[in-house]
Structures are given as structure tokens and as C-alpha cells.
């Protein structure tokens, strides 16, 4: 199975950055596509950015702010954010998809919680 791991969660200011990134157990060439998610309280979890194969797809509230990336050799994938709102409160969650055996499965990690203040 692949296993993702967080980190770089915290406490930011409105207008500050703040930097996340996810190890990831396997190499990218055994996974399909790898995203970010986050959820706040009450209310679904949704996409934040997503990459794959050096595509990037950002959902259009997040282009300008959030920018995914990976690093092949360390086997990470990070998100940096930047003129963050307090609405960016939540958990962040790494996902990783992969076709397997004629199915495609979702792996996630156990999510980063990011704090904005006004």
C-alpha cells in the first residue's frame, strides 16, 4: 500500500505562507496522480491542487495562491500557500491515486491541521 505522511501544518496570520509537504512510500511512477484536500469543520472535504505526470490543476479559487509541486528524488509532494484567508482553516489531507489490478484506489494521509487568524 502507499503510505503518505504530513507535515509542515501550523498557525499563519492572514497574508502569511505557509508550506506543506508528503512523503510518500512508494516512487511516482506506481502512482497515477497525487493532491491535496482539505476539510473544515461542517463542511466536505475539497480539492486543493492536484498533479500528475507534471500536470498541475488547481481549482480556480486556489490559482494565484496554492502551488503544487514534487520532488522525484526525495519522493515528496508539497503545496505552498501563500496570502492565506481565514477561510483556509482546516485539515489538509495528501492523496495519492493508483491503478491497480483494473481498479483505482485513494490512499490519504492523516492530514495537517492549518490555522489562519484574522
Known amino acids: 500500500q502507499v503510505q503518505l505522511v504530513e507535515s509542515g501544518g501550523g498557525l499563519v496570520q492572514a497574508g502569511g505562507s505557509l508550506r506543506l509537504s508528503c512523503a510518500v512510500s512508494?516512487?511516482?511512477?506506481?502512482?497515477?496522480?497525487m493532491g491535496w484536500y482539505r476539510q473544515a469543520p461542517g463542511k466536505q472535504r475539497e480539492l486543493v491542487a492536484a498533479?500528475?505526470?507534471?500536470?498541475?490543476a488547481y481549482p480556480d479559487s486556489m490559482k494565484g495562491r496554492f502551488t503544487i509541486s514534487r520532488d522525484n528524488a526525495k519522493n515528496t509532494v508539497n503545496l505552498q500557500m501563500s496570502s492565506l484567508k481565514p477561510d483556509d482553516t482546516a485539515v489538509y489531507y495528501c492523496?495519492?491515486?493508483?491503478?491497480?489490478?483494473?481498479?483505482?484506489?485513494?490512499?490519504w494521509g492523516q492530514g495537517t491541521q492549518v490555522t489562519v487568524s484574522s
Open positions: 492523496n495519492a491515486k493508483q491503478y491497480y489490478s483494473g481498479r483505482l484506489y485513494d490512499y
Open positions: 498533479i500528475t505526470n507534471g500536470q498541475t
Open positions: 512508494l516512487s511516482f511512477h506506481s502512482i497515477n496522480a
